[in-house]
């Protein structure tokens, strides 16, 4: 199993980024996916997730402005990332979260996925 995060960088306030996550070893199309963020001595948190059926939850800091979706003939998915705010700086990992055990309806709970990627760093100056 593998979750491959890449598309950070460095950016100003304002400016949009997308991040990308491409996966293998496991059923992409059965899983949802979530994207959380993370920053130095803070435990990881929720930004946004997508079902296994295409429905999205997002955090509340970043409704209106962050996209998640996925691409099940690439098993990828993206999160777009637009009006960014030095707030959004951290790291960004993409998950994995399988059906078949323990989930929410949201998504939105780092104990509940069962893979992760390796994190990309997201940089945003005002």
């Known amino acids: 199993v593998q979750l491959q995060a890449s598309g950070g960088g460095s950016v100003q306030a304002g400016d949009s980024l997308t991040l990308s996550c491409a996966a293998s070893g496991f059923a992409f199309s059965r899983y949802a996916l979530g994207w959380f963020r993370q920053v130095p001595g803070k435990e990881r948190k929720f930004v946004a997730s997508?079902?296994?059926?295409?429905?999205?939850h997002y955090t509340d800091s970043v409704k209106g402005r962050f996209t998640i979706s996925r691409d099940n003939s690439k098993n990828t998915v993206y999160l777009q990332m637009t009006q960014l705010k030095p707030e959004d700086t951290g790291v960004y990992y993409c998950a994995a979260d399988s059906p078949a055990g323990y989930y929410t309806p949201n998504f939105d709970l780092m104990f509940e996925y069962d893979y992760w990627g390796q994190g990309t760093q997201v940089t945003v100056s005002s």
């Open positions: 997508i079902s296994w059926s295409g429905s999205t």
